[in-house]
């Protein structure tokens, strides 16, 4: 969160093929200027470009195409779940990997087919697990022998067979946040390597359940290769060793996690994941899926916010915005970096001073830079926080009693609002009073 090594706003904007400064209109999505959409709506707002989002998958299945490999695309929903972005994802041909029973469920409702989704978690309930098995999804990826037994259970009682792929912890530090790793011994996520060939081999013996692969995922925002390559290799080691035991191995799914660069840190390309893929698993006749989620999404967004003032105290200049915590939590929860940029044309030529940029909240950790290099905004001035489409919205909260933000997708010169903006009314609808209380 310092200055250093900070790139300017131009560069910013550079890096953002969708994103455009025009000297009357400002900052531009694709063709609606973004002080359009804050005219309208009001901030904070959440604006998604369709344009991006569509470039991004072509891209990443072009890198897979090109790199020869049979891959399934399923999108990582958790990084963004509006219906709006799976529903454009979809018809792009992606399919969904599904955390929770509604992620399922707003999956289907977005028009995804069960043939598509991917269930994926450490903690399926009974309730999910029955759910899954009765839309007959394309594949679970069981994390535990406990959750092997429990899903046995389920689809023999139902008449079912469920199609699995073990998830495999490869004890692999991603090199990431601590927070967002997955892929080390102490995670709680998937089957110890040691221990993941028994199971295996355990689960083709069981009711019910159909052991079709294997399954890893190392962490988020990942942006090293090298990570990706070792967890590969162990994968493509245990298929041989499985396969030599006469068990059946089809796939692997390969997870997601491919980082990007929120500030201009080197981050690899998709040509290069593919690539990584390849070099482990090209003579072993596997169907290759791959679960990305931060990349699809991550540069297609921003986080519309107005200054409500600008203060100054201690020696430090404070730029107060009507944007919060409880709207981007990654800079409090992860000290993530986003870039800010102001959406005024004249406010973009300005000289650049030093400010911390805060929300209204009260909560010392309610910061989204330190001594960020930012033009002397005033208040009613306009901001951009980039790379806001993943894990911005789906995390956020209505803390302090703060509505949620409205969201927008943008489409070439086109834009509607694809969720509203709930009245402070509408955030205790639901609750009750005691009759003692009354």
Known sequence: MSTTSEPSAAELIAGRPHLSMHAMDGLVMDGVPLNLIADCVGTPVWVYSAVALRRRYRMLADALSQAGLDADIHYAMKANDRLAVLRLLSREGAGADVVSEGELRRAREAGIPASRIVYSGVGKSERELRLAVAEDIAQINVESAEELQMLSGIASAAGRVARVALRVNPDVDAGTHAKITTGLAQNKFGVAFDEAS????????????????????????????????????????????????????????????????????????????????????????????????????????????????????????????????????????????????????????APTVPADVVGPVCETGDTFARQRLLPPLAAGARVAILDAGAYGSVMSSAYNARPPAAEVMVDGDSWSVIRTRPSHTDLWQGESVPHWLQ
Not at 264 to 275: F, R
Not at 307 to 317: D, F, N, P, Y
Not at 320 to 347: C, E, K, Q, T
């Open 198 to 349: 028994a199971l295996y081999r355990h689960a083709a013996s069981l009711p019910g359940v159909e052991p079709v692969g294997l399954a890893v995922h190392i962490g988020s925002q990942v942006l090293s290769l090298a990570p990706y390559r070792a967890a590969y290799g162990r994968l493509a080691d245990m298929v041989r060793g499985l396969r030599e035991q006469g068990l059946t191995v089809r796939s692997v799914d390969c997870g997601g996690g491919l980082g990007i660069p929120y500030r201009d840190e080197p981050a690899p390309l998709p040509g290069a994941l593919a690539g990584a893929i390849r070099g482990a698993f090209h003579n072993l006749d596997v169907r290759i899926a791959i679960e990305p989620g931060r990349w699809l999404v991550g540069p297609a967004g921003v986080l519309l916010s107005s200054v409500i003032l600008v203060k100054q105290a201690g020696g430090s200049r404070f730029v107060v915005l009507d944007a919060a915590m409880n709207d981007l939590i990654r800079p409090a929860m992860y000290d993530a970096w986003h870039g800010i940029v102001a959406v005024s044309a004249v406010d973009a030529v």
